[in-house]
């Protein structure tokens, strides 16, 4: 199987408050630079691979914020079944929506948050609820029939009435695929200095009625976070649950290629300077086994039955239903997803 393939893009028109990726605010001067840098880094991969990839995400930052026709011409020789661009509602415009379709986008990935006004802005976000369902029509009326809404419950003040109002206003807008995401309080983000995390059964709570509510609209729970109709699930995001190869290229990506896992400087002076692959390590067996049991144990189909061992431990997590083996299978229940971190380090133990 070919690849997939991840582009970050690492600018934004401002941080958000809760963001601790490798993005920045006000770099126009180097954008020409950068696009320069990714087509140089992407050149022998795409030699290897033809330009053909499994599948294709353009992430950032905010890749709907640099010029349309810049995603084009990274996207030029490039093909791949599913094809997905990460973008702000604030950002769109048909103009840049019509650019990536004819770039070979075929999956929008919509950074809505919540639809709540007052939310919105304590996120640092800019755009608003109504320009949100602006956008998502305006995508529609563009020919995208595969959009995604990315949404975050246990806000600083998001009570459970407001999050239920989102999962309202996101379902009947009828997209394909939903992202519903907890707050984590990354240390070094603004809103870690003055958040006061939510309570673990108010975050469980709110985790709880997404899937309930989703799945009556018709939406499967496939991953701990991530909600979709019958065959939209995210081919790209399930190569990596799935422990697939993929290569990532740009400030601060991440690599799994042919048994190695290898990343690019998260400095973007570094990057333009000429710094690649600053991480570069060979797995061991024990490696693979965490990792497989860690990204596999969060989707909804789990892992073989044979990594792991039937006994008395095993055995407890079925009964207070935590797992389940059943058939080939060994997966998490929704109660166990919960705790999954805790499962899998008991696992490993």
Known sequence: MKPALYIHIPFCAQKCAYCDFASWAGREPVWEAYFHALKEEMRPWMEISGGKFYSVFVGGGTPSLVPAERIAEILRGVSAGEVTLEANPGTLT???????????VNRLSMGVQSFD???LKTLGRIHTARQAEEAFFMAREAGFDNLNLDLMYALPGQTQEAWEGTLEQ??????????????????????AAWATPQPDEDVNRMQRTATAFLKEKGYARYEISNYARPGRECRHNLVYWRRGDYIGVGCAAHSLYQGRRF?????LGAYLAGARRTEDAILTEEDVLEERLMLGLRTAEGVPRGWIRENAQTRRMVREGLAVFEKDRFFLTEKGMEVQDA???????
Request: net charge negative; aromatic share 4%.
């Open 263 to 267: 990343a690019n400087p998260d400095s």
């Open 117 to 119: 006004d007052g939310l």
């Open 170 to 191: 996101a379902a009947a807008l009828g997209p394909e695929h939903i992202s519903a995401y907890s707050l984590i309080l990354e240390e070094g983000t603004p809103m």
């Open 343 to 349: 499962v899998v380090l008991a696992l490993l133990q």
């Open 94 to 104: 048909p103009e840049k929506l019509e650019i990536y379709r004819q770039a070979g």
